[in-house]
């Protein structure tokens, strides 16, 4: 007759929890983070050469892959949603792996395993025997108040006649891992923060006594009221600086002060640098009407003219007149490939050519004096006197405050871990002929400080109890991995203490 086998029922898991297990595993996965890291290193690799000639110089070997290197200059890749998707992704995993440690680190702190083995005692390096004529209890009790004395948390449990010894101190000191790990989510989160909401303009031009909208959201304008620059002898500018007003939306003053390089000025989270400089002009055009249309300063050197490439140039917008107008300074070095200056002007003079946008009108020009004006397309355009810009980056990052947390808790949390070890030291005390032999060994097998607190100890021993602790140092290669020797349980050979200054690992023979 068959026989029938009663299996245990396995419990059903519900689909919910299938699911969570399977995402928690893969927040947990050091393959996935691997994967996550290469990712977003490859994403910061684009975003840093976007702001390069590299690019360039790709298209220039591969023609094909001008469209894409065209992209690729206008993708803002660290404000990009891809690469906020994987800077949360990385603050998710390393949130998870924390959590799933966790546990695992409070209860080595709080209930760790006592008793040990022989053969680990053997295997340790170093490790020591200590005989004493008192009762196993005596010399156990004799140990512990050493042990105490030296700021050591000491749990004993018994196991036959031996008497298992556990003793660490900074057990807290494990707890530091959680304000690095927090730190590292910080960073990320700042990342996120800063992508998302912050911004960064490289290039805000601001003549000499004219103002410009940051934007951004920000609701400010910068007004350079003076710039100011320094030349070395060999014409080479030593220092430059302006003097700026910011003015909120209400054309309120809101911060007055001074930037220059290194030395930003900032207001409510905006940052405001000094980058560069260049020339300028003032111009003052009015309609035929005697409407005011631009009265304030041109920059100039940004935009390239191909009447003369080599000469600073501006362009100017009138759409209120239907114009656009290019104005070009003269040539700066006419050494330099004199063949291109076909305007030959003379300091002083700026170059205006007005350009209507209806391109069935006639596209009129002029050279005009500095203090004079010129009739062009039914505008008069007065030079009014040459000035210089101030080209400045303005950025705002929110995310900086969480940088400041993230970099407290990341140095206290490493300061915590490397300053305050734990040190861990197991024993046996078991009885003898003549009373009872202790083993100690330290947990600190490459750890050079844990070895020599170690030999304090034994010291401290010494000194407090009058006996001579017989130090031991191990051949790693005559241990299996569990510390056991695979010739069984062979009592130690005697050697002899060493100062805590040297070395542990010179063999006994």
């Not at 998707?85 to 995993?93: C, N, P, R």
């Not at 309120?252 to 001074?258: F, P, S, Y």
């Not at 009129?364 to 080209?391: C, K, M, N, P, Y």
């Not at 050079?448 to 030999?455: E, L």
Request: hydrophobic letters at 45%.
């Amino acid at each position: 007759m068959a026989q029938l086998s009663a299996r245990p029922r396995v419990a059903q898991r519900s689909p919910l929890e299938i699911g969570v297990d399977r995402v928690w595993r893969f927040f947990c996965s050091v393959r996935a983070a691997v994967y996550e890291i290469v990712l977003l290193a490859l994403l910061v690799l684009i975003g840093t050469l976007g702001n390069s000639s590299v690019p360039d110089g790709i298209a220039d070997v591969l023609p094909f892959t001008a469209p894409l290197v065209r992209e690729w200059y206008a993708w803002d890749v660290f404000h990009s949603l891809p690469f906020a998707a994987i800077l949360t992704l990385l603050a998710v995993a390393i949130t998870v792996c924390t959590i799933n440690r966790a546990p695992a680190i409070w209860r080595a702190i709080a209930n760790p395993t006592v008793p040990t083995s022989h053969g680990f005692l053997r295997g340790a390096d170093p490790s020591a025997r200590m005989v004493s004529t008192a009762t196993p209890a005596a010399f156990g009790d004799d140990l512990i108040g050493v042990l105490k004395a030296r700021r050591y948390r000491v749990l004993t449990e018994r196991r036959g006649d031996e008497i298992h010894v556990y003793a660490d101190k900074n057990r807290y000191a494990k707890l530091g891992t959680f304000p690095f790990h927090l730190a590292l989510i910080l960073i990320l989160v700042g990342g996120i923060v800063g992508a998302r909401f912050g911004f960064r303009e490289q290039e805000v031009i601001v003549p000499e006594g004219s103002t410009r909208a940051i934007g951004n959201g920000t609701g400010l304008s910068i007004h350079v009221e003076r710039f100011r620059d320094t030349y070395a002898e060999s014409g080479v500018a030593q220092e430059y600086s302006s003097d700026i007003v910011l003015y909120n939306e209400d054309g309120e003053e809101v911060r007055r002060g001074t930037t220059t390089v290194n030395h930003p000025l900032t207001h409510d989270g905006v940052v405001i640098y000094q980058a560069s400089f260049n020339q300028a002009v003032v111009l003052q055009i009015t309609d035929a009407a005697g409407r005011v249309l631009f009265d304030e300063g041109l920059d100039l050197g940004i935009y390239q003219s191909k009447t003369n490439p080599d000469a600073p140039a501006g362009r100017l917008d009138l759409p209120m007149a239907g114009l656009q107008l290019n104005v070009i300074a003269p040539d700066n070095n006419r050494v330099n490939a004199p063949e291109l200056d076909d305007l030959q002007l003379r300091p002083g003079e700026m170059y205006v050519k007005a350009i209507p946008t209806d391109p069935t009108k006639a596209v009129t020009a002029g050279i005009v004096r500095q203090g004079e004006a010129v009739d062009l397309g039914g505008l008069s355009v007065r030079f009014v006197r040459e000035t210089q810009f101030s080209l400045l980056q303005v950025a705002r990052n929110p995310g900086i405050p969480i940088f400041l947390l993230a970099a407290v808790l990341l140095v206290g949390g490493l300061a915590v871990t490397f300053y305050f070890p734990h040190r861990r030291v197991r024993g046996i005390v078991s009885p003898a002929p003549s009373g009872a032999v202790a083993a100690l060994a330290p947990l600190a097998k490459r750890d050079w400080s844990g070895q020599r607190d170690f030999h304090r100890l034994l010291e401290e021993v010494a000194n407090r109890l009058g006996i001579q602790p017989e130090v031991h140092a191990s051949d790693e290669s005559g241990f299996d991995r569990d510390g056991a020797r695979p010739d069984g349980d062979q009592p130690m050979q005697p050697g002899r203490i060493r100062p805590a200054a040297t070395a542990s690992r010179a063999r006994t023979r």
